[in-house]
């Protein structure tokens, strides 16, 4: 265990600089605690359960050892991060088996989400993300008679253009939202479909509440000009509708938590 935290800790060590340096991923610094928080709550069960150590762990930990080292000589960091999850949850097998692993699944889940999606996989989606923006903003503008020319993922206004960049193709938000929807559904569902469904509705929450910035952003511009679209005003738009997408995310997992409620009650006949 002392070989593989020395050779996992310059894995660790950079995961926590792209935490702290990479907005885009600083949602690893809450996950990573609540995580070790949950993990900790969780210690009455994990000492209730049973120990049935099994080898399969040795052999995954084995299996992520290999894979640290083809992606640290492939200078691949994602496959390094994965190793690191999946050695630990070797060990857990290994050394305690597959019931305390299920205890502890919430919590490697939250970790896993933290990390750092590869730059060629980021690329394929921000991309569309910013067209989908930029499509719906342009549209909308329309809608409210509102002179806007689209070119791409760039809106021309008559006073101003404004590109719609990576950093407001909404990533960040829906790797956060994503976060609170697996939160979300742990706690307010026992149905594995619908904490699935909770999950899943942050990706369309997020484009939509995104295309809803970018709108608004270009409509302030066009009234207000470009200081709108910049400094503290931007960030707080930002800010005020990621609260609200999370919200609306809370508000569907309590209506598919009510709809289970409102079973019927069987016929008397």
Known sequence: ????????????????????????????????????????????????????????????????????????????????????????????????GWRHLRVLIFPFAL?????????????????????????????????FHVAVLREGNVLVLANATLQVAEACSGVRSMMSLVVIGLIVARYLETRQAARVAIVLAAVPLTVAINALRVTATAAATQYYGVAAAEGAAHEALGLVLFLVSALLLTACARAVAAVRTREPLPSAY
Request: proline content about 5%.
């Open 111 to 143: 970790v896993a989400l933290s990390l750092p999606i590869p730059a060629i996989v980021m690329t394929r989606v921000t991309l569309p993300l910013q067209f989908a923006a930029s499509a719906t903003a342009a549209t909308t503008l329309r809608a």
């Open 1 to 96: 265990m002392i070989c593989a935290a020395v050779a996992y800790a310059p894995v660790v060590a950079k995961l926590a600089s792209d935490w702290w340096n990479l907005s885009d991923y600083s949602h690893g610094l809450i996950c990573v605690p609540l995580a070790v928080g949950i993990a900790i709550a969780r210690r009455r069960e994990l000492s209730e359960t049973r120990r049935a150590p099994h080898g399969a762990g040795f052999a995954g930990a084995v299996f992520s050892l290999i894979l640290l080292g083809v992606g640290t000589l492939g200078a691949e960091l994602f496959l390094t991060r994965v190793s690191l999850i999946a050695f630990a949850a070797s060990a857990v097998v290994f050394l305690f």
